[in-house]
Structures are given as structure tokens and as C-alpha cells.
């Protein structure tokens, strides 16, 4: 739920800060980082803020990096039984981006068929 609160400026010696975005952030842009550790929010928001990155590849970043969640999460489940040394192999590949491409892919071939049996 959207909700809109009022802005509170403090003025420090009647000056202005000169430190303001004029990055809009719409909730549609702000919904692409929800399911990212906050670290990652705060990174990826910082960046845009400082100008460093663009909206477009926010949302880039934010999907690569959600997918590179995922990818964690299924590691996790699947392949503990192989042992720390490979387990801290797949992390740091995942981490690189080495197989963001692949998931992504993957991902969509799934979403394709499922519609097709809906």
C-alpha cells in the first residue's frame, strides 16, 4: 500500500542542503527491489541517487540480483551434500553473475509452459 507522508526540512542556519536527488522514485521502481536483502536496496538506491547508474539499469541490477537470490536459495537446498569447498565455489560463481544469463532463461522457459497449462 502506497502511502504519502509529509516532508520535514530542518533548516541549519537557514541553508539549504545542496545534496537533493532528482531521481523520482515510483513505486513501480522501488517494487523491483522488495524481495532483495536490504543490502542490496541500499546499494542499488544509493547508486541511483548519486547518479553512478541509471533507472534502466537499476532495474537490470535489481533483477540480477534477485535472480542471483534465487540461485543461492535453490543451492542452498540442493547441493549441501557436496561439501564446503564446492558449496563456497558455486556462491562465489552465483555472486559474479557467472549464471544470471542461464537462470533468467530458465525462468522464463518455466513461466512459458506453465501458461501454456493454464
Known amino acids: ?16 542542503t545542496k545534496e537533493v536527488t532528482n531521481v523520482t522514485f515510483t513505486e513501480g521502481l522501488l517494487r523491483s527491489i522488495l524481495s532483495l536483502t536490504p543490502s542490496q536496496q541500499t546499494e542499488l538506491v544509493k547508486d541511483l541517487v548519486s547518479g553512478s547508474i541509471t533507472k534502466g539499469r537499476f532495474k537490470s541490477l535489481a533483477q540480477a540480483y534477485k535472480a542471483r537470490n534465487e540461485m543461492e536459495e535453490y ?8 561439501g564446503e ?4 565455489k558455486a556462491y562465489s560463481e552465483i555472486e559474479r553473475g557467472s549464471y544470471d544469463k ?5 525462468k522464463t522457459e518455466i513461466y512459458k509452459s506453465d501458461l501454456k497449462d493454464f
Open 1 to 16: 500500500m502506497t502511502t504519502f507522508e509529509n516532508n520535514v526540512t530542518v533548516n541549519i542556519e537557514d541553508t539549504v
Open 75 to 82: 543451492t542452498n537446498g540442493k547441493l549441501p551434500q557436496v
Open 85 to 88: 569447498e564446492l558449496l563456497l
Open 102 to 106: 542461464e537462470w533468467m532463461e530458465k
